[in-house]
Nanobody
Framework: EVQLVESGGGLVQAGGSLTLSCATS????????IGWFRQAPGKEREGVSV????????YYADSVEGRFTISGDNAKNTVYLHMNTLEPEDTAVYYC???????????????????????????WGQGTQVTVSS
């Protein structure tokens, strides 16, 4: 019954912007951490950004710091990823995911960085393709 559905991907030129949406249902949204991950061909899935919905704290991978912004609308059970100044290196399938243990997620994000998060998230969406052309 838990569902996470990504939308908003597409083709954009380098330097452009896109906003991704993650619509969720079937769980207590306010008690979860929601993360954005991405996976490029031939690479492992990596964490991009996380928001803890209980307090709105945000975390970012170094590669997107200052360019991407994660935000949540608790009334809509939806999380967004606002991506600015996109680079070809940002090309990937972007996934959103939910983690029940927000305290573990926050601890890892603060101590090791968002890049190391993955297995802590138990629910995953299907992904949306983002392609950035030169």
């Amino acid at each position: 019954e838990v569902q996470l559905v990504e939308s908003g991907g597409g083709l954009v030129q380098a330097g452009g912007s896109l906003t991704l949406s993650c619509a969720t249902s079937g769980f207590s949204f306010d008690d979860y951490a929601i993360g954005w991950f991405r996976q490029a061909p031939g690479k492992e899935r990596e964490g991009v950004s996380v928001i803890t919905n209980n307090d709105g704290t945000t975390y970012y991978a170094d590669s997107v710091e200052g360019r991407f912004t994660i935000s949540g609308d608790n009334a809509k059970n939806t999380v967004y990823l606002h991506m600015n100044t996109l680079e070809p290196e940002d090309t990937a399938v972007y996934y959103c995911a939910a983690a029940a243990d927000i305290f573990v997620v926050a601890t890892i994000a603060r101590g090791l960085g968002v890049e190391g998060l993955r297995d802590e998230f138990e629910f995953w969406g299907q992904g949306t393709q983002v392609t950035v052309s030169s």
